[in-house]
């Protein structure tokens, strides 16, 4: 099993940035892709951004200009970093891994998921 525990989340205001974590544990092999979805209020989950064991990444447009991914490989360990917060971006962020190791923006291919954690952005 994996586990995937999302940290950072809260209320943030617009033009501020923010700092997600997500640690990985269990049988997590060194090359599942790792990846960041939110889903906003009253919307369907959407792909945020992901980045492979070897360090390509891949971001939606509407974060592609904000947003940082990276990964600390030795503690398994994803982070996302947005900045310039927009009301848009008030959503419920999960992490995610596929076993995948190329590049995916499809939910179906992420096996693993995340409880979640919401970011509120206040304007």
């Known amino acids: 099993q994996v586990q995937l525990v999302e940290s950072g989340g809260g209320l943030v205001q617009a033009g501020g940035s923010l700092r997600l974590s997500c640690a990985a544990a269990?049988?997590?092999?060194?090359?599942?892709?790792l990846g960041w979805f939110r889903q906003p209020p009253g919307k369907e989950r959407e792909f945020v951004c992901a980045?492979?064991?070897?360090?390509?990444?891949h971001f939606a447009a509407s974060v592609a200009v904000r947003g940082t991914i990276s990964i600390d490989n030795a503690k398994n360990t994803v982070y996302l970093g947005i900045n310039s917060l927009k009301p848009e971006d008030t959503a419920v962020y999960y992490c995610?891994?596929?076993?995948?190791?190329?590049?995916?923006?499809?939910?179906?291919?992420?096996?693993?998921w995340g409880q979640g954690t919401q970011v509120t952005v206040s304007s």
């Open positions: 995610a891994a596929a076993t995948t190791s190329y590049i995916t923006t499809d939910q179906a291919e992420y096996s693993y």
């Open positions: 269990g049988r997590i092999y060194s090359s599942y892709l």
């Open positions: 980045i492979s064991r070897a360090g390509e990444k």
